[in-house]
């Protein structure tokens, strides 16, 4: 599956942005998604994931309540809806998927196999 993250931009904190991840390939349906993000002179960071079933959802600390991961896999696309935007979620955002049918967080965390290219997102005080 090849992956391309779009929606990225500039906007004052506490607004929204909606980023898409379009996949291609007609087994996006059973791959599990996730979102992660990389701030400059950090390393990169898990934000989201969802199974591919769409029935567990994970979050990171800092996004939960404020982000959220959803798909629509008759568009074979993935979506992060994020709201409450502070200066510090300012950092290029990757999406990335993988056919793994469990749901242990830690995969999601470190095992995607499946990559985009980011799209950056710029949180203005």
């Known amino acids: 599956v090849q992956l391309q993250a779009s929606g990225g931009g500039l906007v004052q904190a506490g607004g929204s942005l909606r980023l898409s991840c379009a996949a291609s390939g007609r087994t996006f349906s059973t791959y599990a998604i996730a979102w992660f993000r990389q701030a400059p002179g950090k390393e990169r960071e898990f934000v989201a994931a969802k199974t591919w079933t769409g029935t567990t959802t994970y979050y990171a600390n800092s996004v939960r309540g404020r982000f959220t991961i959803s798909r629509d896999n008759a568009k074979n696309t993935a979506y992060l809806q994020m709201n409450s935007l502070k200066p510090e979620d300012t950092a290029v955002y990757y999406c990335?998927?993988?056919?793994?049918?469990?749901?242990?967080?830690?995969?999601?965390?470190?095992?995607?196999?499946?990559w985009g290219k980011g799209t950056q997102v710029t949180v203005s005080s």
């Open positions: 990335a998927a993988d056919p793994y049918r469990g749901s242990d967080v830690q995969k999601f965390s470190n095992g995607m196999n499946y």
